[in-house]
């Protein structure tokens, strides 16, 4: 499990000396602000995702959490605040997990292009059984028009997918030579005004 050492904050206004503001907040846990280390947090975030159980300490007692939100600068993408929510033990929570694609898609070399509907599941499971990654096999992918949906995807033991069964996560698509169609068709285009241009000159020198 991931640690995360934060502390009370009595202050308001953002990021003072790498201190970043944040709040935790839950069933039973009444909001609080506090503050946690800028680069401590942004290392854990890419480590354990908004899907992994952190515990913060540092405060009376550890507290077991989610990242629930994080709001980033605009521009430089920057955590600037996060959201922590305090899950209760022996509940089950709902969460967005992030699927990870592996494998290569045989439909590809038969000209298909593999097209990424979903990018992340939404879960329900005890904490301490949450995934941090849904793994997809695109390796099944044999020709164009083949589909993976959340149904082929066998979910972790104690998990279960909330996300609809019928939804596709990916597919091998047929490629469609767009750029060469619509330039054919502004050549067209092109000739047919050319040619209606020319029979208007040709009717107005008649008159």
């Known amino acids: 499990?991931?640690?995360?050492?934060?502390?009370?904050?009595?202050?308001?206004?953002?990021?003072v000396d790498g201190q970043m503001p944040a709040i935790v907040y839950g069933p039973k846990q009444a909001p609080t602000p506090i503050s946690v280390d800028a680069r401590v947090f942004e290392?854990?975030?890419?480590q354990a995702g908004e899907s992994s159980?952190?515990?913060?300490?540092?405060?009376?007692?550890?507290?077991?959490?989610?990242?629930?939100?994080?709001?980033?600068?605009?521009i430089t993408h920057t955590p600037r605040h996060a959201d922590f929510y305090a899950v209760e033990?022996?509940?089950?929570?709902?969460?967005?997990?992030?699927?990870?694609?592996?494998?290569?898609?045989?439909?590809?070399?038969?000209?298909?292009?593999l097209v990424k509907v979903l990018h992340e599941i939404e879960v329900e499971s005890e904490p301490t059984k949450l995934p941090q990654e849904i793994v997809v096999d695109v390796s099944?992918?044999?020709?164009?028009?083949?589909?993976?949906?959340?149904?082929?995807?066998?979910?972790p033991a104690g998990v279960v997918f909330l996300t609809d069964a019928e939804e596709v996560i990916v597919l091998a698509q047929e490629v469609v030579e767009e750029a060469e169609t619509e330039a054919t068709m502004d050549m067209d285009s092109i000739e047919v005004e050319q040619k209606g241009k020319g029979e208007e000159e040709?009717?107005?020198a008649a008159s």
């Open 202 to 204: 040709g009717d107005e």
């Open 89 to 113: 033990k022996g509940a089950k929570v709902q969460v967005a997990v992030p699927i990870v694609f592996e494998g290569e898609a045989p439909a590809i070399k038969e000209g298909a292009n």
């Open 1 to 15: 499990m991931h640690t995360l050492s934060v502390t009370l904050r009595t202050e308001t206004g953002t990021r």
């Open 53 to 74: 159980i952190i515990e913060l300490t540092g405060l009376d007692t550890p507290i077991q959490v989610l990242i629930h939100e994080v709001d980033r600068d605009p």
């Open 140 to 155: 099944t992918l044999l020709a164009i028009g083949d589909q993976i949906r959340v149904s082929d995807i066998k979910a």
């Open 43 to 46: 290392k854990t975030l890419k």
